[in-house]
């Protein structure tokens, strides 16, 4: 049972922007027990990465640095979904984007680590071209 839907992928030009959007699906029936929101991402013949990750109580972020600067995430609380602002798209930005939300425990940071995340959505297909 998918937890989390994705949507908003698609193709554009280097340099274009798109909006994806997670939403916690009727299935996510601990969502609201969720610490931490983010989005990884999976090209093809490489591993997934983590691209930005939010905290739900302090609303802190965590980008990586290859997005820094250019993308942004959000979150609507209390619609349990989160958003990917992505501006200034490059190729290498190509790839499968995916959802991801756990109660993480720890120090209260949401890493961004693939392995501390038990629920996912199925992804949407983003494709830049140069």
């Known amino acids: 049972q998918v937890r989390l839907v994705e949507s908003g992928g698609g193709s554009v030009q280097a340099g274009g922007s798109l909006r994806l959007s997670c939403a916690a699906s009727k299935y996510a029936y601990y969502s609201r027990s969720w610490t931490c929101m983010g989005w990884f991402r999976q090209a093809p013949g490489q591993e997934r990465e983590g691209v930005v990750t939010?905290?739900?109580?302090?609303?802190?972020?965590y980008y990586a640095d290859s997005v820094k600067g250019r993308f942004t995430i959000s979150l609507d609380d209390a619609r349990n979904t989160v958003y990917l602002q992505m501006n200034s798209l490059k190729p290498e930005d190509t790839a499968m984007y995916y959802c991801a939300a756990s109660l993480v425990v720890g120090d209260g940071t949401c890493p961004l680590l693939s392995a501390r995340y038990n629920n996912w959505g199925q992804g949407t297909q983003v494709t830049v071209s140069s």
């Open positions: 939010i905290a739900r109580r302090s609303g802190n972020t």
